[in-house]
């Protein structure tokens, strides 16, 4: 799988001071930081939440391997579209994170 890089526009509206584009864009950095930060900050209750109702799911012949907590996945794939798809970079996010295996 491929991903085109596609521009996107922000139009900013209700600002009586005028700002350049870097500090525009410097906000919005700002803003996503703080959502990745508490993204990441409830992370592992809902990680080890997940898992728990895993651990008891499948049969012998279909056991799964891992659990991803959706946010986290979701995260993961914004960042890097067709990431999760990779089995090399799934093999990596279980090395660095090892509460995700079951």
Not at 50 to 74: C, H, I, L, M
Not at 89 to 98: E, G, H, Q, T, V
Request: proline share 5%.
């Amino acid at each position: 799988m491929y991903s085109t890089a596609m521009p996107l526009n922000i139009i900013v509206k209700g600002s009586s001071k005028r700002r350049s584009s870097g500090e525009v864009a410097r906000d919005l950095h700002d803003q996503t930081a703080k959502v990745i930060q508490g993204e990441k900050a409830g992370y592992m209750k809902r990680q080890l939440q997940a898992r728990k109702q895993a651990e008891n799911t499948g049969s012998d012949s279909f056991k799964p391997v891992a659990v991803y907590d959706a946010r986290t996945w979701f995260r993961h794939e914004a960042e890097r579209p067709g990431c999760m798809s990779d089995p090399e970079y799934r093999k990596d996010y279980l090395k660095k994170n090892p509460e995700a295996k079951l």
